[in-house]
C-alpha cells in the first residue's frame, strides 16, 4: 500500500468514464482552478509583486490568450534588483522601496489657516498601497534636501 494520493485523473479513471470526458472534466476543473488563483490575486493586502505571480501561477495552469505564462515571471527575473526595506509591519519579506513600485501623489487638502489660504499637502501612492515610517522618512528627505 501506498501513502501517495491518487491524482483527479486516476480517480476519474476509476468510474470507468470516456477519456474525453475525462479529459473535459479536468479541463473544466483546470479553468476553474485558475479563475480561482486570479480571484485571489486581487483580495487582500498583497504587494503588486505577488500578484503578478499569483496571476502567472494561474496562468501555468489555465494559459490566458495573451502568451507564453512564463514571460511575465522571466521579465521579472531578469529585471534588476533593488532592496527591500525591513522593519515594516505589513511586508514580512520587506517593504517595496519607495522608488519603485507605485507611483507618488500629492493633492491639497481642504484644511486652510485663517486667511482661508491652503496649508496641507496630501502624499500618497497613486494606487493605495500602504507606506511605512521608511516612506515618510524617504518623503522628507526629499523635500527638505537642498537643490544645488
Known amino acids: 500500500m501506498t501513502d501517495q494520493q491518487p491524482n483527479a485523473r486516476q480517480m476519474l ?10 479529459d473535459g472534466v479536468l479541463i ?3 479553468h476553474q482552478l485558475a479563475e480561482h488563483v486570479r480571484a485571489e490575486s486581487a483580495k487582500g493586502r498583497k504587494s503588486g509583486l ?25 521579465a521579472i ?13 505589513h511586508c514580512p519579506d520587506g517593504h517595496t522601496p519607495p522608488d519603485h513600485g ?27 498601497a500602504h507606506v511605512a515610517e521608511s516612506d515618510a522618512q524617504w518623503v522628507r528627505d526629499r523635500l527638505n534636501t537642498p537643490t544645488v
Open 13 to 22: 479513471t476509476d468510474y470507468d468514464l470516456p477519456e474525453d470526458v475525462i
Open 28 to 30: 473544466v476543473h483546470a
Open 102 to 128: 507605485q507611483p507618488w501623489g500629492a493633492y491639497v487638502r481642504p484644511e486652510r489657516d485663517g486667511d482661508g489660504q491652503p496649508t496641507t499637502i496630501h502624499v500618497a501612492r497613486v494606487a493605495g
Open 77 to 89: 527575473e531578469e529585471a534588476p534588483g533593488y532592496e527591500l526595506v525591513p522593519g515594516c509591519p
Open 50 to 74: 505577488t500578484r503578478i505571480y499569483y496571476r502567472a501561477a494561474a496562468d501555468m495552469i489555465d494559459p490566458q490568450v495573451h502568451g507564453d505564462p512564463l514571460s511575465l515571471l522571466r
